[in-house]
Nanobody
């Protein structure tokens, strides 16, 4: 299983970025996918999830109305459109999915993509 995140960078407050995550090694189209982020010195947190079919999405309260998760099952890719970015969104962003067998944990993490929001 592999996750390759891309699309991060330096952006000013109020700006936008679109992250991509190319996944391989598992049944992508039948797997819920998630984006997570980890700021320096903080625990990794779940940001958004999307069901296998793409119609069911959920977001942490701090990004609701600003971030949109989507997927392209033909490309085995999940996206995170981030608008109205704030300095507190600065973090390394990762995608992942939960294993379908006990203990249903996430797979090993990819390298992530750094998002820095600063003027």
């Amino acid at each position: 299983v592999q996750f390759v995140e891309s699309g991060g960078g330096l952006v000013q407050p109020g700006g936008s970025l679109k992250l991509s995550c190319a996944a391989s090694g598992f049944s992508f189209s039948t797997s819920a996918m998630s984006w997570h982020r980890q700021a320096a010195g903080k625990e990794r947190e779940l940001v958004a999830t999307i069901g296998g079919g793409g119609s069911s999405t959920n977001y942490v309260d701090s990004v609701k109305g600003r971030f949109t998760i989507s997927r392209d099952n033909a490309k085995n890719t999940v996206y995170l459109q981030m608008n109205a970015l704030k300095p507190e969104d600065t973090a390394v962003y990762y995608c992942n999915t939960r294993k379908k067998t006990f203990p249903y944990t996430n797979y090993p993490w990819g390298q992530g993509t750094q998002v820095t929001v600063s003027s």
